[in-house]
């Protein structure tokens, strides 16, 4: 018996023209990956020493924090809101792989992954104060590189104001949540100017070791002259946008967290003053400093602005 | 039991309870000396303290509803040791505020107490406990008579702010505080049922009983 094939081809199996057109792009996209293949992976567990990390004279000359207690006393709530629960529960996170996706205003917006965007430009140690809004501080040696580097890549055009950040929303991974404690994914922004503000870090290790988990892994933002809430951690997401982006916490509490959140001692908390922080490992506390100690670099973003209205 | 065995056996429970309202301090020196205090020590001492402030205080609130629904003596033999364990952590937690965190800065004291509510009630509540501990005696209970009574009833008060302090300084995980908000509330609320709802039943009873 004779099978008969039809000669026409069912509609669905046409390839799509714009798939079609995409087999340079895909032919050179498998020549990169294989290329890669041959570079020698990046450490990806925590703990992992990071190689060709440069030094910088970012350096406030303050004895750092010290690793165990930068490991655990950690405010991350998609691991719980106790300060010793992210260091518990952060071990089912996966940092790899890993991609960001970059969205908006931007001339090459695309999901990009991690190993990448880590060849955009060379690691650098910087350590900085972190100040924390809860008047607690640290001194961290993070390692990464700027953000300014990584918007460079990208090219946001004119229209792009603002960088939008999200952190990864997924409760398997991220069992706190699966209460909506906060309006989950977590999401901060910066203004453009602030965004590509030499200080600003996109870290990936400290210590000269990859990020642990509870600190952000494997991707977060360093402001150092922010309250430490802004500095959003494991990072999935960045839009390029042309309007101030919703914030978590100011969307929260408005009086309490603002969208700019610069270190000021003279705007209280209204909970509590901010004119006093303890540094982890102190017993009594300290002055805290305009801009977190970064006025001399940074106060110059805000010229005219009154920061008790724009907190 | 003879009078004599009774005696015993109520020396022997406070005795326990004695050693027990020692147990959260004892098990706090030992971490502090083991160096267990965790990153933030004094923020570690400062949240213990108060947890277990409010831990005694709902645990003196128990005591009469216990023995109401018990008929047990014991629980208001317990009592004024449990007030003055409330008293007691309550002046730690304070002194830790005072001393390691305002650094005795009296100013800062009073900036915090005026402009930040949950301040303000935490503080209110202290100061309210005060005079309740310094009336716990026999002889301030001969002496002030029925007036005892009425001054010991703004424990309740201490509760409400009690609660409200820890509510009100909580950034997002409200879980805790109203657990302990939930508590003080069926204590309160038996309070409620046994002086205004129960009288009231009997009397429309008695009407009832009277009109048939």
């Given at each position: 018996m004779l099978i008969r094939r039809s000669a026409t081809l069912a509609p669905s199996e046409i390839t799509p023209r714009a798939l079609f057109e995409q087999r340079r792009l895909f032919l050179k996209a498998g020549a990169a990956t294989a290329a890669a293949a041959l570079l020698?992976?990046?450490?990806?567990?925590?703990?992992d020493r990071l190689a060709g990390v440069v030094k910088t004279p970012y350096d406030p000359g303050e004895p750092p924090t010290p690793l165990a207690d930068v490991t655990r006393y950690n405010n991350f709530y998609e691991f719980g809101t106790g300060k010793e629960d992210p260091a518990r529960n952060a071990g089912r996170l996966r940092t790899r792989p890993w991609s960001v996706t970059v969205e908006g205003h931007c001339e090459r917006p695309g999901r990009y992954d991690l190993e990448d965007v880590l060849r955009w430009a060379p690691l650098e140690e910087r350590i900085y104060r972190l100040r924390c809004v809860e008047a607690w501080s640290m001194v961290v040696p993070w390692v990464g590189l700027p953000l300014a580097a990584v918007l460079a890549h990208v090219q946001p055009t004119a229209q792009a104001k603002y960088v939008a950040f999200e952190t990864l929303f997924d409760p398997e991974q991220m069992?706190?949540?699966?209460?909506?404690?906060?309006?989950?994914?977590y999401r901060e922004g910066l203004r453009m100017d602030e965004a590509l503000h030499p200080l600003t870090l996109l870290a990936v290790g400290l210590y000269g070791e990859v990020l642990p988990?509870?600190?952000?892994?494997?991707l977060r933002l360093v402001v150092p002259w922010k309250y430490g809430f802004k500095s959003i951690k494991s990072i999935v997401r960045l839009r390029l946008v042309e309007t101030v982006p919703e914030t978590t916490w100011n969307r929260m509490q408005p009086d309490e967290y603002g969208?700019?959140?610069?270190?000021?001692?003279?705007?209280?908390?209204p909970r509590w003053s901010q004119k006093r922080e303890r540094?982890?490992?102190?017993?009594f506390k300290r002055d805290t400093l305009p801009f977190n100690g970064y006025a001399e670099q940074v106060a110059a973003l805000y010229g005219g602005m009154d920061l008790k209205r724009y907190y | 039991m003879t009078p004599r065995e009774r005696t015993r056996t109520t020396d022997l429970i406070k005795t326990t309870a004695f050693l027990a309202g020692l147990a959260p301090l004892a098990w706090l020196s030992a971490r502090a000396l083991g160096g267990?205090?965790?990153?933030?020590p004094v923020e570690t001492i400062t949240h213990f303290t108060g947890d277990w402030t409010l831990r005694l205080l709902l645990l003196t609130l128990t005591a009469s509803p216990l023995r109401g629904i018990s008929g047990w003596q014991w629980p208001l033999q317990l009592r004024r040791m449990l007030g003055l364990y409330t008293f007691f952590y309550a002046c730690l937690h304070a002194t830790t505020y005072f001393v390691l965190d305002l650094e005795l800065d009296l100013g800062g004291l009073a900036e915090d107490v005026a402009k930040r509510p949950y301040i303000t009630v935490g503080f209110t509540a202290f100061v309210l406990l005060i005079p309740l501990a310094a009336t716990s005696t026999r002889r301030m209970i001969k002496r002030l008579g029925r007036h005892w009574q009425r001054l010991h009833r703004a424990v309740y008060a201490i509760g409400v702010l009690g609660v409200l302090h820890y509510l009100w300084l909580v950034k997002a995980d409200l879980r805790e505080p109203l657990l302990y908000a939930a508590a003080l509330l069926l204590l309160l609320g038996w309070r409620v049922y046994r002086r205004v709802l129960v009288p009231r039943l009997n009397a429309a009873a008695r009407a009832r009983a009277a009109s048939a």
């Open positions: 020698p992976n990046l450490p990806a567990r925590a703990g069992p706190g949540q699966n209460r909506s404690i906060l309006d989950w994914p988990n509870q600190n952000g892994a494997p969208f700019y959140a610069n270190v000021n001692p003279a705007v209280d908390h540094r982890i490992g102190d017993l | 267990g205090l965790g990153a933030n």
